[in-house]
């Protein structure tokens, strides 16, 4: 009974998260994009007023961390959004 | 008595602008005298890099407000000061935050900032705004500004910077707006990072970063609110006879214009009246008269006073006083 109770609980959960598979994606890209904004001098984009930078980056942990996770799978993308699609 | 550089319901502030060497720091200093003996309680801020704003009172100034006489105080911005305790205070925050990250050196970073482009004039900014917000200390805030070129820039970084703010709140909004919609079904969102476990912020109350970007762009809106309104702020230019200083003053003018920053009073600053022919001269004085025909058609609607020039250099009190009440009186 206990294995069976399992089974469907875990059945739900991939449904759940499969139906947020798509926002997640999103949300990191926004997040991301956020970042990348921010830190834009960095690579050469117009920066947004250094103040208002510095004022966020103390809370920008989450971001960072993104933009960094970002960069290392950048070569692997295509990947990403094929597993996203179940291209497989 | 010219309204426009007094007091209506609030404080005046007072940006007086133009080319470097026409006689800025003169102008302001004379009519800050002429307005404190009028009994307005008065301060003089020099926002120029190149101080010499003690020079003209004689008195050497700092970063306080300093008594020079009744209702009169001046002081003079330190900006080198200002962008260190800035970075400093900033630096010990992050250091905090961003112990776990080795993505950027941060010690490297903090180094070059202090030389990034802008940052005076977000120093400047942030500078002027701390002023402001308890100008009500004060019935008049004068500003003697850095030439015309950086003054723009100063003077416009509220409305760009309102631009930005607007729209990182606008991606921030979409960001919160999914994190709500997954926290819906799979429940709170953790993040672990550095052996911390961080729960995601869904509600733009009680995210850091939502919160830091409206406080910043309230701040801004203040700046802005203030220097576009014409029963608060006016800027007088000062210029010299002569036709760069024309051409500069007309350039400003349109830039104020464009960002909604009441204009209201030209300056001509030592005019030469000559009472016997001096050849070596004529030139100047054919150049002199030129402008001083032609200002009159380009600043329409706007006061315009000449000054002569002087055949000792107006400092010391009781010169300033004559000189800022010829300001202030018309």
């Known amino acids: 009974m206990q294995k069976l109770k399992d089974f469907l609980k875990g059945f739900g959960e991939t449904f759940k998260h499969q139906s947020t598979e798509y926002i997640e994606f999103e949300e990191r890209e926004l997040e991301n994009v956020f970042a990348i904004i921010l830190m834009g001098s960095f690579i050469g984009i117009p920066s947004p007023p250094t103040t208002l930078v510095i004022r966020l980056l103390p809370h920008m942990t989450r971001e960072l961390y993104i933009i960094q996770r970002r960069a290392v799978e950048m070569d692997d993308i295509l990947g990403e959004l094929a597993g996203l699609f179940d291209i497989t | ?330």
């Open chain 2, 1 to 330: 008595m010219r309204e426009y550089l007094l007091p209506k319901e609030e404080f005046r502030t007072v940006f007086v602008i133009g080319k470097g060497g026409v006689g800025k720091t003169t102008t302001s200093a004379a009519l800050s005298v002429a307005l404190a003996k009028k009994g307005y309680r008065t301060l003089i801020v020099s926002l120029d890099p190149a101080h010499n704003l003690g020079d003209v009172f004689m008195v050497k100034l700092t970063d306080k407000p300093k008594k020079l006489a009744e209702n009169l105080y001046a002081s003079e911005l330190d900006m080198e000061k200002l962008i260190k305790g800035y970075l400093k205070h900033l630096e010990k925050n992050l250091k905090n935050m961003y112990r776990y990250l080795t993505v950027i050196n941060l010690e490297k970073y903090f180094e070059v900032l202090s030389y990034s482009p802008g940052i005076e004039e977000y120093a400047t900014l942030e500078a002027v705004r701390e002023i402001l917000v308890s100008g009500n200390e004060w019935d008049v805030i004068v500003f003697d500004t850095p030439p015309t070129g950086l003054t723009l820039r100063v003077l416009a970084l509220p409305r760009i910077s309102l631009i930005w703010a607007d729209r990182l709140i606008e991606i921030r909004r979409k960001i919160l707006e999914r994190r709500r919609a997954i926290a819906k079904i799979q429940g709170e969102q953790k993040f672990v990072v550095g052996g911390e476990e961080i729960t995601l912020a869904k509600e733009e109350e009680e995210d850091a970063v939502m919160k830091e970007l409206k406080a910043y762009r309230s701040e801004v809106e203040f700046v802005e609110r203030v220097i576009t309104d014409p029963d608060r702020t006016s800027v007088v230019a000062v210029m010299n006879p002569e036709m760069l200083p024309l051409y500069e003053t007309e350039r400003a003018y349109e830039s104020l214009k464009k960002f909604g920053i009441p204009f209201n009073l030209v300056v001509v600053n030592k005019v030469i009246t000559l009472e016997k022919d001096i050849p070596e001269l004529r030139v100047k004085l054919d150049a002199q008269k030129k402008v001083l025909s032609g200002i009159e058609k380009r600043f329409r609607g706007i006061d315009i006073i000449r000054i002569p020039m002087f055949a000792e250099e107006p400092r010391g009190l009781e010169w300033l006083e004559k000189l800022g009440g010829s300001v202030l009186e018309g």
